[in-house]
């Protein structure tokens, strides 16, 4: 019986990792890195139960384990999978994984806008980049979106049901994060919709963690929406000594004046640490603070169009041609940024 | 005559009563597990009736059962799954009301065997019927001393509850099943981990058809190794077909695994034929979730061997030329029928009935509703038909449950083998706009005048 501290070993994309048993496909990629790194719109690593659901993160097993090498019959999703001593993975190197994920993403365009350009989510949308790096360039569906008005849940929380991907995300945080849950799933199939009981507003300490969780712009911040573009304000690493949460923050800037407090993401946009709504919508001026420095911002972020730091390509594995081939694609995007 | 274990007696009057059940040797299956059998040797008995799931899957029961974890200290639950809810597919009401009693006494020899000290019927909500018919005879065998505590003597226990659904199409997938069972939303659960290990409130748990379970009865009686003599190859024993459509004997009929496809269309024991002595132009073997297929591969496999009702010689060919025995749900289609419009009515239905957890089967369920439906409407181009065709791709294989696969291949299947009719609803756009279906040969609704 090997030992649950033993790692085992898994390879994607041709690029091997040890990890610990227990680990799921998607982070032992996490570990390794880089473009082979699947997408994951409805996986949050901080919300028990979560992923499954989007199938953007949809990988292929080309072989099960060292026992048993044979390959899994369909794409599985890597939030969700984990993995076995000896596995391979690809992502990006099958083609069959990358049509799937075409496909993923054209279904989730079919009742998600393009309105980009008004969207308060722009620039920190996830569905933004997934349908550029992975989408196609026009949509075949030629039918009537569904639409509804914008509601309001709370005095602080916007709700616009138009742009929601039903990833569950906000679901999980408010069963899991908050203390009284009214809000939740309405209806099925594509008639389903994220909604509070009748009348009931989202309103406990850590409801405005729904806002950072979606990852696009259906639940918005309804202190900050329209106020700026996030591309032109500055995020600034913050904390404070909070009675009720971790109080580590991001505060958003234009000129002296913060626009908007978030919670800190890491580098797969998802919180740290979930924060209070007195953090986030009570505290907006610098004396509450303890300014800790800029937030770093990736490169390939619209938000860094607004910081002049270093320009660097994104790692080429060198040894893995067909890795190497894949990266090309990013490697032009990236130089043309 | 073919063999009839299921419904031997269905036509005995009060069969549905406890009374006349056992006067026909009712509940001998379960005095003879629980005072000569142990659990596992039933187990054993029906792994070698060769009984293979009825539910739509057709897995073999005895290796599920053999599956399920045995941890200590923690109870396992049976779980029957009454949901029938597969277009096309009636036959598990049909049982429930006319034998109920050999559900339950199916339910009482199952669970003994998995070690269920409690156990639920989990039946369609819209089904009020049958819920009241179980009901009744639940308190008929445990008046009888075939329920509650110290079943027979024996020291066995076992609680029986029926539970209403909610009426939703999903609820009949096992894990949705469970979610809706514990009180919550019915969405499937991502497996691993299986029911077997972690089902219901988190403890190993059996999910079995109605017909499944009713079939240990049977097993018990005869043997496992005299029911694996019934049938043919690896599709033993007796099986429920629900048959509809234009046949002119439409019903419930149990016949043998075996049976050539061409027999139980033709034959005036089973549909009789086509109706008015039209010609047969397509079948759905096994519920509406099954790749369609015309008539020339219905009666034959791809082998061009007689085309029998088994899992295997259904499947012959794959998909390419070949179906599911499914949930045992044929519905046979004349000659004059619309595969597009049948095709669109079946989509419309997996286009209700998605949950919208995962989002190939959440929004191409709907597309594919609405290409198909102006295709109907003669308003569709040729290019929608391989739109659909990819569509139907996107979506097979890329879902949590299999109710994305159950919207693809009938959609998929369709166009396969009638590609013809979708272009023909495109060439001749007008005459499929003026198509007045069926309209025409009712009465009008409002003044009733034919
Ligand atoms: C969408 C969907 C609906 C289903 N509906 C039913 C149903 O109504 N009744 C049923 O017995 N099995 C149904 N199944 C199959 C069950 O998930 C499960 O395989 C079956 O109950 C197992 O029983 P068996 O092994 O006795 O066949 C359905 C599956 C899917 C994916
Ligand atoms: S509102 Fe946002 S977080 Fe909630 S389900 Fe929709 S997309 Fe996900
Ligand atoms: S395949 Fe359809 S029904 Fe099954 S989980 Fe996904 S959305 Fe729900
Ligand atoms: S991130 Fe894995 S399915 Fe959504």
Redesign the pocket.
Known sequence: MADSNDKIKVSIDGISVEVVPGTTILNAARQIGGEIVPPAMCYYSKLEGSGGKCRTCLVKVSKGSEKDPRPMPKLVASCRTTVMDGMEVQNITSNEVLEARKGVVEMLLINHPLDCPICDQAGECHLQDLGFEHGAAATRYEFERRTFEKIDIGDKIQLHMTRCILCYRCVFVADQLTNQRVHGILGRGDAAEISTYIEKAVDNDYSGNVIDVCPVGALTDKTFRFKNRVWFTKPVEAHRDCPTCSGKVTLWYKGEEVLRVTARKDAYGEVEDFICNSCRFEKKNTADWVIEGPRKVANTSVIASNHYSELKPLPVIKDNPKLKEANKNQLERSVRL | MARKLLLEHIDVPYINTLEVYRQKGGYRAVEKALKKLSPDDVVEEVKKSGLRGRGGAGFPTGMKWSFLAKPEGVPRYLVCNADESEPGTFKDRFLMTYIPHALIEGMIVSSYALGAKTSYIYVRGEMMPQIKILERAIEEAKAAGFLGKNILGSGYDLELYVQPGGGAY?CG?ETALLESLEGKRG??RIKPPFPAVAGLYNCPTVVNNVESIAATVPILNMGGDEYAKIGIDRSTGTKLISASGNINNPGVFEIELGLPVEEFIYSDEYCGGITNGKRLKAVVAGGSSVPILPANLILKTAKGENRLMTYESLADGGFISGTMLGSGGFIAFDEDQCIVRNTWNFTRFYHHE?????SP??EGTGWMEKVLHRLEYGHGKMSDIDLLVDVSKKIEGN???P??DAAAWPVASAIRHFRDEFEWHVTNSDEAQIRNYGLAHYADPLTLAG
């Open positions: 999903i997938e969405n499937p998605s949950c919208g957890q995962c089967c959440r879902t949590i449950c109710l994305g």
